[in-house]
């Protein structure tokens, strides 16, 4: 089993729908969870990020950790089509200065308009 | 500001051939790190520095050597390309400590052939 596993997609969803991304891992002693947005072509850039269970909000996205069932999520509302990216959950252990990231493999996503 | 500068953006080998990706952030970062992306495989880290003069291997180190002789580069050597080196490689920057987040900067597209 994967240490981190994302549902690569292809997601398709019209502009102004709920978007809702997720990632499971396995390995309890991730403590720092993050979401990167990679347009095409380009380097991923941190879009999120959040070391404690329950919601964090910014704007039009909401991300959301679940420990106990080593859930995360992100939630897009009202998505645009500037909004189709690929999204890539990140991962980190807690402690130290450690700063080495697991990524999922990311999820492709369109919105329509 | 530039951010992290990587180059070339395309290049091509032959079996065998060596060849050293370029890497410069001008941001005093203090952690610098060596990512490929392969589809399906999501982002694996090669090797990574936590400093000038230290560097450390990731994930998937094989093929692959670093130094870091100044805060701003991180060059990546290919000491003899494989067509399983065939990849897009990230180099990402961070400030440490406490601070996680990561900058990547735009790719390098390689073919191994």
């Known amino acids: 089993q994967k240490e981190v596993e994302q549902d690569p997609g292809p997601l398709s969803v019209p502009e102004g729908a709920i978007v809702s991304l997720n990632c499971t891992y396995s390995?309890?002693?991730?403590?720092?969870f993050m979401w990167y947005r990679q347009y095409s072509r380009k380097g991923p850039e941190l879009l999120m990020y959040?070391?404690?269970?329950g919601n964090k909000e910014d704007g039009r996205f909401t991300a959301q950790v679940d420990k106990s069932s080593k859930y995360i999520s992100l939630f897009i509302r009202d998505s645009q089509p500037s909004d189709s990216a690929t999204y890539l959950c990140?991962?980190?252990?807690?402690?130290?200065?450690?700063?080495?990231?697991?990524f999922g493999k990311g999820t492709l996503l369109t919105v329509n308009p | 500001n530039a951010g992290v500068t990587q180059t070339p953006k395309f290049q091509v080998l032959k079996t065998g051939q060596s060849m050293t990706l370029q890497c410069a952030q001008d941001?005093?970062?203090?952690?610098m790190s060596w990512y490929r992306q392969d589809p399906g495989m999501g982002l694996r880290l090669i090797h990574y520095?936590?400093?000038?003069?230290?560097?450390d291997q990731g994930e998937v180190p094989n093929g692959y050597n670093v130094s870091r002789s100044t805060t701003e580069d991180f060059p990546l050597r290919l000491l003899s390309a494989a067509p399983s080196q065939t990849s897009v490689y990230f180099c990402?920057?961070?400030?440490?400590?406490?601070?996680?987040?990561?900058?990547f900067g735009s790719g390098t597209q390689l073919s191994v052939l």
């Open positions: 990402a920057s961070s400030p440490g400590g406490t601070n996680e987040k990561l900058f």
């Open positions: 390995n309890s002693a991730f403590q720092y």
């Open positions: 959040t070391y404690s269970s």
């Open positions: 990140a991962m980190k252990l807690g402690g130290g200065s450690n700063y080495k990231l697991t």
């Open positions: 941001m005093n970062h203090e952690y």
């Open positions: 520095s936590v400093g000038a003069g230290i560097t």
